[in-house]
């Protein structure tokens, strides 16, 4: 796996910092590469060695937090006896938490493609961790319907925990959301894993 320099990694946190510094009192629009670079006290030099532009940073960064997210919850589930990836709530939540500024950043007005994108990216991964399982009863919804369901739900409770300033811990949260599915849709909600939570009832608040 490809290492990336951390000086990459920096640079790359303190725009994000940035970003979310100046949009409080700046509009997306308002905001230029002189100002970013200029509040993450880095050079314009610095940041075209890595961005055409400051579309192009908005752009990988959408994409960067995505893939960062998926591959901090990523965890390998076997429902059918087939290997398959899931995500794990509880690191997923952990990242939430210590990247919530870009992440608040980016889910609101101002990022128009990213929750769209977000919510592909859940859709695809669900459905496809859907064909390992078994087949479901008759009576059970269509499995796009469950899918739209669980991912809509989970994305508004993350919404609404940033909305909320992470009031409960996110052990907790993780495990308040799953008890939270019916019993129907447990298969299917499966991939939204408790792996690596605690056996023990953790409590709400930090």
Do not use: C
């Not at 998926?70 to 006896?81: D, E, Q």
């Not at 995500?87 to 990022?111: C, D, K, M, T, W």
């Amino acid at each position: 796996m490809e290492t990336v320099d951390p000086r990459v990694i920096r640079t790359n946190d303190r725009l994000r910092r940035a970003l979310h510094q100046l949009l409080q009192e700046q509009s997306l629009k308002q905001i230029s590469v002189q100002k970013l670079t200029q509040a993450a006290q880095i050079t314009r030099g610095t940041f075209y060695l890595h961005y055409k532009d400051k579309a192009d940073f908005l752009a990988q960064t959408e994409d960067q937090v995505i893939d960062e997210w998926f591959a901090a919850a990523k965890v390998t589930l076997a429902p059918n006896g087939e290997p398959v990836a899931g995500f794990a709530l509880a690191p997923a939540l952990q990242y939430i938490e210590s990247h919530r500024h870009i992440v608040s950043v980016l889910l609101g007005p101002a990022f128009s493609r990213f929750r769209p994108y977000l919510r592909d990216r859940f859709e695809h991964e669900l459905m496809t961790y859907s064909r390992q399982l078994s087949p479901q009863a008759a009576n059970l919804p269509p499995k796009d319907i469950q899918v739209t369901f669980l991912v809509t739900a989970f994305l508004g409770l993350v919404q609404q925990w940033l909305d909320d300033d992470l009031r409960y811990r996110s052990e907790f949260l993780a495990r308040s959301f799953r008890q939270m599915i019916s019993p129907e849709l447990r298969p299917l909600a499966g991939w939204f894993s408790l792996v690596g939570l605690d056996v023990e009832p953790i409590s709400e608040k930090p």
